[in-house]
């Protein structure tokens, strides 16, 4: 999900791929599908969506396992399999208190059970078993935090979703059409500022619409502040995976989802504005 410029290649087949060489209609399946199962879990059964994020955290920390394997790291996969989940649990039974005792006791799994492979690389495969314990679990654990134990925490998981759609779209429509200046071309040549004043704009507008109606005590600039907030994580979370895929040197985490690649490169936008949005709507619209 970008805030970029890019439009469909003319003629013939393909029309039905994007400029990234993504298949549309595919993508648009996939993406429809997967907002759809989310909405369900949140506002039909509930706990559904723990075991989606759990799911979440668990294919994206192999993902990235897998990934950073092309420079030769070799994070323990299994402390983060595992701690993935008690991240995920203590965050939605526990709630922002005990989500860092997770971090913490997968920290610490993950620097043991490294003894048993030698000293050789022991810091290089350390270190990104490390970032990818903060980088993908500990953010996703946030989406637990938005929605439970919050009576109105459906909403609030749905404000932030909307205000990520909201940005990756406003980015991506005003980048085709007005895209002029590249914002990061070393690392993702496609992004405009702007794509990202259309993101921010259109966030900010949407969110202020969406934040006062759907949460209670919420008023317009409530809605305008956290949808700029979200906005600017959002595209700095996808810009933060695409600096980790040109340092990897891979395309995509993997081939999981047609048309979109894999899962992490759906949640680059969103690992960020999670914890984004549970600050500033635990700081103006205090939950239930």
Not at 21 to 46: E, W
Not at 56 to 81: D, N, T, Y
Request: charged letters at 10%; one cysteine or more.
């Amino acid at each position: 999900m970008s805030a970029n410029g890019k439009t469909p290649s003319p003629g013939g087949p393909e029309q039905r791929k994007s400029r990234a060489g993504r298949n549309l209609p595919a993508a648009i399946g996939v993406g429809a599908g997967l907002g759809g199962l989310v909405i369900v879990s949140l506002f039909v059964y509930k706990w559904l969506f723990l075991g989606l994020i759990i799911a979440a955290v668990v294919i994206g920390s192999w993902e990235m396992v897998r990934a950073v394997s092309v420079q030769k790291a070799r994070p323990p996969l299994v402390p983060l399999l595992l701690g993935g989940p008690l991240m995920v649990c203590l965050a939605w039974f526990g709630g922002a208190d005990d989500l860092p005792l997770g971090l913490l006791a997968t920290l610490l799994a993950i620097f043991i059970w490294r003894f048993a492979a030698g000293a050789p690389h022991y810091q290089r495969d350390v270190t990104a078993g490390a970032l990818i314990a903060v980088y993908v679990p500990f953010l996703g654990s946030f989406a637990a935090l938005l929605a439970y134990p919050a009576e109105d925490g459906s909403v609030r998981v749905l404000v932030t979703i909307l205000a990520v759609v909201l940005s990756d779209t406003g980015g991506y429509v005003t980048g085709v059409f007005l895209g002029r200046h590249p914002m990061a071309p070393s690392v993702s040549p496609a992004k405009s500022w702007e794509g990202f004043a259309g993101s921010v704009v259109w966030t900010g507008a949407g969110s202020a619409v969406a934040v006062s109606l759907l949460l209670d005590d919420a008023v317009w600039w409530h809605g305008a502040v956290f949808g700029v907030a979200v906005s600017i994580a959002s595209v700095l979370g996808d810009l933060g995976e695409s600096l980790i895929k040109r340092d990897l040197g891979v395309k995509d985490m993997s081939n999981l989802l047609p048309g979109h690649g894999g899962l992490m490169d759906r949640l680059d936008s969103v690992l960020l504005a999670l914890p984004t949005a549970y600050a500033v709507l635990a700081f103006l619209v205090p939950p239930w």
